[in-house]
């Protein structure tokens, strides 16, 4: 939590150094808690309050139907009924499940929603230092496999095909739930606005000053610096994943949440993945895949997704990016 916090402090003091001196609008800023994670929102305008509130309530709606931790939540019944019979759920669950599978289906499986099992047996951040063993792992990979899960549109019902299979929507809902949020600022006719979901950025036009946003990609090991800045001239959206984000260590070997859903065990080649896009693309959805990816396959990957960047920071604290990114990134 220490960590999520210091993200988003670091993001919001590369604001305010990085904007310039011009006057600009007072913003309308809300902070609060959900998905495990601190949600702050910058909006400007005279209804700003009114969207952001029910901007804020969506995100916790989906959060309502997703957390695989709480009983009665869709994904838990989902998971409850596994191998005996469907369930019906609301759309937003079956669309993000189809995007899940999409990324899925074009990242190589990369990211992978059935991968359940696997994060309830190392449950980091809930088991100390435990460490499951190679048998352990090996056990429930046949459990994941994101292809299995059955979807019948029509009826509105999600059901996973063999006992033991559990759905975790951890690397989906809070992209989806950020979406929401940034479609609900516009609807209100909010044209000028700062999302930041732990480190997922939407962005709605410039700053009030007609300035570009930029933003600030955290140093993995170091929360109080920055790595790299992004000026979001061509974009809209900013998403990062990093094994620092909720990890422990155990005899000198980090172990984080992600995990790569073939082999049950966490990647070791890089730090941290920042993916640039924009939000008309529909290219949301990506960054836990390229982590697991790594640089040399994520490069070549991406390039099915247009008008998407990606910044690598390696274990070697190397920068790796994509091509597209020019002058908008600033190493530090």
Same mark, same amino acid.
């Given at each position: 939590m220490r960590k999520k916090i210091a993200l988003i402090m670091i993001i919001s003091l590369s604001l305010v150094l990085l904007s310039g001196c011009k006057k600009e609008a007072k913003p309308y800023v809300t902070t609060q808690f959900a998905m495990d994670t601190v949600i702050e929102i910058t909006a400007y305008g005279d209804n700003a309050k009114i969207a952001t509130d029910q901007a804020l309530a969506e995100f916790k709606r989906i959060e309502s139907l997703t957390n695989q931790f709480a009983k009665n939540s869709q994904i838990s019944q989902i998971n409850q009924a596994a191998g005996e019979y469907p369930v019906v759920v609301d759309k937003d669950v079956i669309e993000m499940i189809k995007t899940a599978n999409d990324r899925a289906k074009k990242l190589d499986g990369a990211l992978d929603i059935t991968i359940g099992p696997l994060t309830k047996l190392w449950s980091v951040g809930k088991k100390g230092d435990f460490v499951p063993s190679d048998e352990e792992i090996a056990e429930l990979l046949d459990l994941v496999d994101y292809k299995l899960i059955i979807i019948d549109e029509n009826e509105s019902t999600v059901y996973l095909p063999k006992k033991g299979m559990r759905l975790d929507l951890g690397a989906v809902a809070k992209e989806y739930g950020t979406l929401k949020i940034c479609n609900i600022l516009k609807q209100n006719n909010i044209t000028s606005a700062l999302i930041n979901a732990g480190g997922n950025i939407r962005t709605i036009g410039t700053r009030p000053d007609g300035? #570009?946003?930029?933003?600030?990609?955290?140093?993995?090991?170091? $929360? %109080?610096?920055? /790595?790299?800045? !992004? =000026?979001?001239?061509?974009?809209?959206?900013?998403?990062?994943?990093?094994?620092?984000?909720?990890?422990?260590?155990?005899?000198?070997?980090?172990?984080?949440?992600?995990?790569?859903?073939?082999?049950?065990?966490?990647?070791?080649?890089?730090?941290?993945?920042?993916?640039?896009?924009?939000?008309?693309?529909?290219?949301?959805?990506?960054?836990?895949?390229?982590?697991?990816?790594? #640089?040399?396959?994520?490069?070549?990957?991406?390039?099915?997704? $247009? %008008?998407?960047? /990606?910044?690598? !920071? =390696?274990?070697n604290k190397d920068i790796i990016t994509t091509d597209g990114l020019g002058n908008e990134l600033t190493q530090k």
């Open positions: 300035t #570009p946003w930029r933003i600030g990609i955290q140093d993995p090991r170091n $929360p %109080d610096k920055i /790595a790299a800045i !992004i =000026t979001l001239t061509n974009w809209n959206m900013l998403e990062t994943s990093g094994d620092y984000q909720r990890f422990f260590e155990k005899d000198g070997i980090r172990y984080s949440h992600i995990l790569n859903p073939k082999t049950g065990k966490q990647p070791n080649e890089v730090m941290s993945v920042t993916v640039i896009s924009n939000s008309e693309n529909n290219n949301y959805m990506l960054a836990t895949s390229l982590f697991v990816l790594g #640089p040399e396959k994520g490069k070549e990957l991406i390039k099915q997704f $247009p %008008d998407t960047e /990606a910044v690598w !920071i =390696t274990s």
